[in-house]
């Protein structure tokens, strides 16, 4: 029976033959459209969607706190998002004071569960970032919420798991869940980590629970099979799994239960009836048009502030470069450095505070030292003052601050001076030649010398 109708199986302009597990790969399940391009309800398969969520088949075991002990798919799914720790609280608000919106978010949700609307999609036209694309979804919008965007509505999705879940890690394989299950541990996981399971184990379920070459994603594909037979189908797999695989299934028919594991039949639709599925209505289409023209309108406004400002920028950095160019050749003075600034390292001084500064005279070439002091010592009595007064030890850098010192340094000189080429001297031939040696000055001109030469240490910069 499968291989007479496999034929028929196929998407609309569907030319090559599908292969046996899955005829569409995983990069091909997410929608791809333009920025501001709408989906429309073959996009979305509105009509899946409504057979699954207007179902109203009390079957499942409640996973939030409720006071029936069975709950339909709708509010099952609903509640997960609403108990989810990632909903914010304005979003809440919005769920309970608006039921439609909150059934309509979970309808896009679900669309993201399974990987149809992947995390690139935001459904706001005033979203700026340049990593997601904006569409109007005409028939999921219809209430006045904030839809929000796909990678916000996922990570409420990853946090909508069961109390026990939050401590330990959820089940991650159908085996897993559904030995829960068998064990009658109700509920065996949430409904949305169920759903992450089935659509990451599509290929290897397939040959488990579908005839060849439909898998658990084709359900959510716009493919010529009946849209009430695919929700069936899901609501079934669903059941399946939650609540126990050795439960009467209520969406069982004559096929699935002559085929222990499968789900009940899949008609096949002919191209007139695909037609007739997922039509848009008019006033659905305007409001998809109006939409991508605000969003339009939005991106030019967008784009004209940013030149603007970019413009705004350039015209500010050029005036400041101008006036720094201005400045640099106006000829003014530049700030005044205190001396201190950059001062090199100068030879040391020897200080001689104004009231012991010597009184320099010329008497017959000759220095002499004047001072307050009182008489001048002769070189016996400074010798012994010398021995008697000063500590040997001590620095020598504050000698000359003495007038009685530098005196004496003055009578030693001169007494050089005078033995200075006499006997007993150093023989002729170490004495420099006589042309240089009538250059010495005369022992009179020897003070002079000396206070020149003082000076000119004084002098050093």
Known sequence: MASTSDSHLQPANWTEPAPLVGYLSRKALPIKRNDAEPLTREDVQFDL??????????????????????VHFCDLYVNALYMSHKCSKVLKDKMAETPAFAVELAKISLLTNVGRINTTMAFFPEMKTALRTYHPVPSLQKTDGNAQDAPRIKNCLKAALLPSELKNMPPSTPEEILQKSRARQ?????????????????????????????????????INIASADRARAFLWLIFHYLEGPDQPNPYDDDYSRQNPGKVPWLH??????????????????????????????FLQRLVHSIEKEKKVKAAASASKCASMLAESTSG????????????????????????????ITHSDHRVSYSSSRGPHRNML???????????????????LQDEHVRLDYSRRVDVIARLRGRPPSPLPDLLPSASSASSYPPPSSISDTREHRWRTVESWK
């Not at 009595?381 to 000698?399: M, Y």
């Open 49 to 70: 969607l409504g057979h699954i969520f207007n179902d109203r088949h009390k079957v499942f075991t409640p996973q939030a706190p409720s006071e029936e002990s069975k």
């Open 186 to 222: 109700l509920p065996s996981t949430s409904v949305v980590n169920l759903i992450f399971v089935l659509a990451n184990h599509a290929a290897p379920l397939a040959s488990t629970h579908f005839d060849p070459p439909v898998n658990f994603l084709d359900l959510f594909l716009p």
């Open 268 to 297: 096949r639709l002919t191209e007139e009836e695909m037609a007739q599925e997922n039509v848009d209505t008019p006033d659905e289409i305007e409001w998809g048009k109006a939409m991508s023209a605000q969003r339009n309108l």
């Open 332 to 359: 003014r003075p530049r700030p005044f450095r205190s001396q201190q600034e950059g001062t090199r390292d100068k030879p040391y001084i020897h200080y001689l505070p104004p009231d012991r500064a010597p009184q």
């Open 381 to 399: 009595q400074h010798a012994w003052q010398v021995v008697t007064s000063t500590d040997p030890l001590a620095d020598s850098d504050e000698e």
